[in-house]
């Protein structure tokens, strides 16, 4: 490929969550003859090769991590960061500049497409007068409520006075959310003082210096919020979605297939063959979300008295980094050693009602599985459209990020979650106790309500399918921007 002939150069965020999609983006912009180039880090550059068809023409290129005191070496994404290195993390993409600066100068790409982060790109394609497509992962209700909040809080409120339900005014229909969900720099709002929370929550001023928008969703999912973001940024704002991965397997994941995990993903798809239609609860709380001791002895015993069927992603901290599954299991207490024994391990057998999996499995498969009846979920973007994908039901446990608006939209607005009860013990900190495990665990696999849901999610998984095939909403989109990206080439 000739460096003067790039169209496109997409820039994501150093995640899992982000990667994936901006991939798939990518991929479908190639196949309409755009010479795409994807930048990231070596080890991610590795693992995207290690899954790319052998027809893909999206190219890859490296940038070298750069090297931050205090962040380990091979910690190239946020997965794999602990809580207390984050800021190491953040200042070592900020230290990507310079070589992202040598990247467009070099390629002269006529259109850039940007993440939330790092906050610098825009200015540096403005700078280079390059055509610049912020791709949103979120949906598109998440960013109308988040965008209503970092408006409407310094105006409205202050951190000590913040009421039990806030209401989120400029949004199309009366939206309210409770104190406790809300994001921490939100929470820490003064009055009168907007930068309390622009300074935390500068990703907004993407919406302003970009030229379009695109958002991971269909329209016909999310019609009213993807017009509503449209007309107060008073630019192009187009749904593409869903974008899933195309052949999901697993990360990369002790087994040969699947060094990540203790079991490999055919031996989960073979416990789950096992199993009768609809009929397993399945838990799993995405790439970054791990519980701790205390909340997973709920989860344990909430399932096992649920009598239902369960395959549980157990998700070891990442903090200390260098602790393995054999020292992670030893340092629980020893009634949940014992649960992992009698579903995973030297306890488990094929005939197991469990399965209790220590690491990463392969979500898109067991979500697809016709023995999959229902998801515990922090309500993760991809994960729910994955879901919505396969037409499962969810229960909604949200913990930070847009979790809570990705659960509101979920159980409020298209009815196909039910909200496991939490209670804040302190600010900020749920827990979930074993009944209410119990009931969820019961009412998705057994309930009416589970059957509804059931039935709605199909609906959605019709429109999904709808929207991506040739002559749907989300496919007309990507032929338009297509067009569009190639028009400011020439
Ligand atoms: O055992 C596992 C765990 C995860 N996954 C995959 O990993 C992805 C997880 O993505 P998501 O559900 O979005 O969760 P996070 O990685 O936690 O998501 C981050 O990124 C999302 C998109 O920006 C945000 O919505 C979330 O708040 C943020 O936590 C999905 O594709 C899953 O299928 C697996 O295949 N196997």
Not at 163 to 189: H, Q, W, Y
Not at 237 to 261: D, R
Request: aromatic residues 8%.
């Amino acid at each position: 490929m000739a460096e003067g002939n790039i169209d496109v150069v997409a820039i994501p965020m150093l995640s899992q969550g982000h990667i994936i999609p901006f991939m798939r983006l990518c991929e479908l912009l190639s196949s309409r003859n755009l010479n795409v180039v994807f930048v990231t880090t070596p080890r991610n550059a590795e693992r995207l090769r290690s899954e790319q068809a052998d027809d893909s023409r999206v190219r890859l290129l490296e940038i070298p991590m750069p090297s931050v005191p205090g962040l380990p070496d091979g910690v190239e994404s946020t997965e794999r960061v602990p809580n207390r290195l984050e800021n190491f993390f953040f200042q070592a993409m900020e230290e990507m500049q310079p070589s992202m600066r040598e990247i467009l100068v070099r390629l002269r790409p006529s259109s850039v497409i940007v993440d939330l982060w790092p906050i610098f790109l825009p200015d540096l394609a403005t700078e280079l007068n390059i055509y610049i497509v912020f791709f949103a992962v979120i949906g598109a209700y998440s960013q109308s409520l988040a965008y209503s909040l970092f408006i409407s809080l310094p105006l409205l409120h202050n951190h000590g006075d913040l009421p039990k339900v806030v209401n989120l005014p400029g949004l199309p229909k009366a939206i309210s959310m409770r104190d406790c969900d809300l994001l921490p720099p939100f929470r820490e709002a003064v009055k009168g003082d907007p930068d309390s929370v622009k300074a935390l929550f500068t990703a907004f001023r993407h919406y302003d210096q970009c030229n379009m928008v695109l958002v991971n969703t269909f329209y016909e999912m999310e019609a009213e919020m993807v017009d509503h973001l449209g007309s107060t940024f008073g630019k192009p704002v187009w749904s593409i979605g869903p974008l899933v991965p195309k052949n999901a397997t697993s990360s990369s994941s002790g087994t040969a297939e699947n060094p990540n995990s203790s079991f490999s993903d055919s031996e989960c798809l073979k416990w789950l063959n096992s199993r009768e239609p609809e009929s397993v609860v399945y838990v799993n709380f995405g790439s970054q979300i791990a519980l701790s001791a205390h909340q997973m002895q709920e989860v344990a015993a909430g399932l096992e008295a649920s009598g239902q069927s369960f395959l549980w992603a157990v998700k070891k901290p990442n903090d200390p980094e260098d602790m393995d599954g054999a020292s992670f299991i030893s340092s629980l207490p020893v009634d949940l050693q014992a649960f992992i024994q009698r579903y995973s391990g030297a306890g488990y057998r094929a005939d197991s009602r469990g399965l209790v999996v220590l690491g990463w499995v392969p979500q898109s498969q067991i979500l697809g599985h016709p023995a999959t009846g229902g998801h515990v979920s922090h309500c993760g973007w991809n994960s729910t459209l994955e879901r919505i994908g396969q037409g499962v039901p969810i229960l909604a446990w949200p913990f930070r990020h847009d979790h809570p608006c990705e659960a509101k939209l979920l159980v409020e607005e298209l009815g196909v979650a039910e909200e496991i009860r939490r209670e804040e013990k302190e600010n900020g900190v749920f827990v979930v106790k074993r009944e209410e495990v119990e009931r969820a665990a019961k009412l998705i696999i057994k309930g009416e309500k589970g059957k509804e849901m059931r039935r709605r999610a199909l609906q959605l998984k019709e429109g999904a399918e709808r929207a991506t095939r040739q002559g749907g909403s989300s496919f007309k989109n990507l032929d338009r921007l297509a067009l569009l990206i190639r028009s400011k080439s020439n």
